[in-house]
């Protein structure tokens, strides 16, 4: 039966159709083909000739420049230089053993560096550049770049390496570099790949550990030709990576190394807030190290003799320390109890010299009693037995959460190494820690910053802040990360009662100002200047009724490690507050004669941006206070900028 001729022309067409596409679909598939042939044999014929000459190409990671870190006046204090280095690839070297020894007999590589380098090779891929020696001159430079033909695998190379100019001024706020290790790696879930490049420099404390991810940049990559012999013939093709970002701390550069020369010789700490903001303008800590010993390798002697020496310089005291607090820890009594009302300003209480306790019997500093004390004459004198009875009055759980309220026994989130929570002990404090029962007299310790209270002096200064303003004050160290500003400052108010405040301002005052105040020797005389705070003592050991009764050894006279800690906490200016400081002076002795000098230095270092004025001092200690500053003008840095990365 035939077809219509209607069926057939359309068949026709359908059957046309598919074989349009099925050619179109045979004609890409060949034209695809012969493009890429032609790629290849023209476009990509020089790297394929290679290829068939025994060269090959290799890929090679490119560690980024590292953000730099200034301080808030622009002034560099973590910076990169730059650093000539030997580099070797295991697979291009072969016998590494043989190109080593070649090596050798053209720049001097010490025998300890060669074995780390072996060693690092064998653990590492035989890809990965390892590093033979850093920090070569320019003339081993060359040397190795003429020898190239008998050093297959070996390269020299320029890179960035840290470097901090301000040395142990900033160490223990910035910390320190060094190569990545086994142990930093295990930390890292998901390393970045550039943590794998053998010496790759990575933040180890401080801010360059905490800010790492910030500061270490995108890592870039490069293709070179590498001949048969393993010689670098030429870089075909480079993608630099993304810089790190730069950091601005709120440290004071030059106020930061005034405190680290004023605390030369001590084993001490202090710490300054801007209560405008809550910036802190000066974290220091006392001995310190020079960070740039990490960087470029330690010596064992170096290395023994930090650890060896009993100040313990490579201790981030400031934030890591905690001490007993001492007579600074009264606020937090006098706070406590007022706000509970179980006490009035007007209320007294009679100090005979001591108090009789639950059977024990706690002493006041002063062994003949201060009489009928108030609270003014009790912050001013710092009579102790009046903070024996008005704790039993309030309570401890009321007195540790006023601690709290007031920044102690609380861990502040700061980008620094080791930042100590302290405690502010309670009842359930003592029962889930040491399990044990709170007594009384566990109270009347803690009354006065003894027992089991614990404080950093960055806590300290936290306290003083929120005291001198009566806002909850957050310590900020961090200014800006790439131009964008960290948050920190002035938080709501405390909920404090304005007129207890009034008064605990006002007999901090007279600790300070008043000639029986236990600081009045140090006070400010520079009207609009003066500063308000409280001195502290605090024991590191007992002592026995039968040394008491015999007469209590002075300091002076008890080995360093048994002398008292010297404590001083405080503002300045009076009635415009804008700074606060706290000093601990390791085993100083007394807070009147160790601590409250320095405070009052600093203080006054912050409020001129300078050395003061010697008519700021009173008259007997002008010429001592001369003296002080010649010798420490030449340990601050100019205020200058630097913005170079390298």
Known sequence: MRRPPKDVIQSTRIIGRRALVVGGLQLGVLGAIGFR????????????RMLAEENRISMRLLPPARGMIFDRNGIAIAANEQNYRVVMVREDAGDIEKVLARLTE????????????????????????VTILERVSWDHVAQINLNTPVLPGVQAEVGLSRYYPMGEDMAHVVGYVGPVSDFDLSQIENPDPLLQIPRFEYGKTGAENRLETDLRGKGGTRRIEIS?????????????????????????????????ARLDGESASAVVIDLENGDLRAVVSSPSFDPNMFVRGISVA????????KYRPLAAKAVQGTYPPGSTFKMVTLLAAMEAGVITAEDTVYCPGHADVGGTRFHCWKRGGHGNMNLHE????????????????????????MARKLGLGVRHDLPLSAVATGIAPDRDWKTSVRGETWRIGDTVNASIGQGYVLTSPMQLAVMTARLATGHEITPRLIRLIDGVAQPGGIGPSLGLNENTLRRVRASMDAVCNHNRGTAYGSRILAEGRKMAGKTGTSQVRRITPEERAAGV??????????????LFVGYAPLDNPRYAVSVVVEHGGGGAAAAAPVARDILLQAQYGGPPPLTAYPANLREQIAAQQRRIADRIPAGTRSQSRA
């Open 37 to 48: 042939l032609r790629d290849m044999q023209v476009e990509q014929a020089d790297q394929y």
């Open 106 to 129: 053209i720049i001097d590589i010490p025998p300890d560096a060669l074995t780390r380098a072996i060693e690092e090779m064998r653990r590492r891929a035989p890809f990965v550049p």
């Open 228 to 260: 048969a012999a393993g010689r670098i013939i030429r870089e075909l093709d480079r993608q630099d990576g993304i810089a790190g970002k730069d950091v601005q701390l709120t440290i004071d550069a030059r106020l930061q190394s005034y405190v680290q």
């Open 302 to 309: 170096d290395w023994q003799a930090l650890m060896e020496n």
């Open 378 to 401: 009790s912050m001013k004198q710092s009579c102790d037995v009046y903070y024996y009875d008005i704790a039993q009055r309030v309570g401890i759980d009321k007195m540790a959460e």
């Open 553 to 566: 050894i002075r300091n002076e006279d008890l080995p360093w490690e048994r002398r008292d800690h010297a």
